[in-house]
């Protein structure tokens, strides 16, 4: 995912999550197979890693967990290649919103280099696209509101599913190999730590508007219940030894 000149910037769209087993998470893959295809990276596997900025007294963690209707958090997204990071390595500044249900997203690219200039140091890139000037400016200024930092860096492979003609926007993704650190927050330096039990998946739906029919009698048929995770949150809470690395699952007994 190197050429990111390309990608959606903003978008809406309603997300629902799942802590299910990897056998329920091959079985539940197994069937989404005869509606969904494997994304354009990686034949729909790859890395990721998100290094979150958060104020001194945590607000972005705390509006979160209180369930503040609207909220925002920042983050520097890298999509992981054969290729070191450097620099040079174009990653995303993200803005993840939530208005009720529903959850935005505005990002742009930037250099490695100038995204943690940016981010942490308050420099405004030199050079910037034109498409790009609205959600920089909005960056800027929610780092300066809430005085954010560095907090934490995840870590984790996923596996993407997306839809056809027939299922446009509708995303199924499989998170595994979960880690975080809260120390050494640098993209390029890894020393994590598990998040959960690696026979753990975090299953998300990203959907535009509604759950297919056929999605929401395979979700009945699974018996698979919701449930609130935050991967930022988690990370959060498991450095201050309020979280197991062995949450319960959210699913009848396979």
Known sequence: MSNLSHTIRRFNRFELKYLISLQQAEIFKKALRKYLAGDEHGSGRYRLSSLYYDSPDF?????????VRFRRK????????EQPLTRQTPVFVEIKQ???RVTQKRRLVLPYAQAV???TQRQMPEHIAAQDQEVLDEVYAFLWQYNLRPTSIVRYQRQAFIGSDFDLGLRVTFDTALNYQVHQLRLEDASSLPMISPDRVIMEIKVNERLSNWLSEMIAAHNLRTVRISK???SIELANGKASVFPRLALAAA
């Open 74 to 81: 920042l983050r520097i997204r890298h999509y992981e290649t």
């Open 98 to 100: 939530r208005i009720d």
């Open 232 to 234: 930022y949150c988690r």
């Open 117 to 119: 200039a940016l981010c």
């Open 59 to 67: 607000r972005c963690y705390w509006e979160k967990v209180d369930g």
